[in-house]
C-alpha cells in the first residue's frame, strides 16, 4: 500500500494483475489512476470488476465475453467520464528488441498512450 501511494506521489506506475481481482486492497486501486480491465471468467472475479467499473460510471456487462486484445481503460487524471472499451494490438515490437525510445515511439504512432487513444482503438 505504501508503494502505490509513494508511485502516485512522484508519478510513477505500477502493474498489478491478479486471477482474483477482489484479493487487491481498495486504497491499491484508489492510488492507481490508470486501470484496465480485461476479460474474467470466474462469477467472483466478474462481479468484482463490474462493481469496480459500475462505481467508475460504467458497466461491464460483457467483461466475461471480452475478445482477445480488448479492455475496459479508465483514468482519473484524465478526466474521463466512464471506463472505456478499447482495442490494444498484442504486440508493439513484433519480437524485435526496442529501446525505450523506440517503444515509446511505436505506442504513440499505435495510438494505445492513454493520453492519446485513437478513435479507431475506442469500442462502441
Do not use: W
Not at 461491464?60 to 490494444?88: C, E, H, Q, S, W
Request: one cysteine or more; glycine letters at 8%.
Amino acid at each position: 500500500m505504501r508503494l502505490t501511494a509513494q508511485a502516485r506521489k512522484y508519478h510513477l506506475g505500477v502493474v498489478f494483475a491478479a486471477q482474483n481481482p477482489r484479493e487487491i486492497e481498495n486504497t491499491i486501486i484508489g492510488n492507481c489512476s490508470t486501470q484496465y480491465y480485461g476479460k474474467a471468467s470466474s462469477p467472483a472475479a466478474i462481479n468484482t470488476i463490474r462493481e469496480q467499473l459500475s462505481s467508475r460510471g460504467g458497466s461491464g456487462d460483457d467483461i466475461g465475453r471480452l475478445k482477445k486484445g480488448v479492455f475496459y481503460v479508465f483514468n482519473a487524471d484524465a478526466n474521463m467520464r466512464a471506463p472505456t472499451k478499447v482495442r490494444i494490438p498484442l504486440c508493439l515490437s513484433h519480437h524485435q528488441t526496442l529501446d525505450g525510445d523506440e517503444v515509446l515511439e511505436r505506442a504513440v504512432r499505435s495510438g494505445t498512450t492513454l493520453s492519446n487513444i485513437s478513435t479507431q482503438n475506442v469500442l462502441n
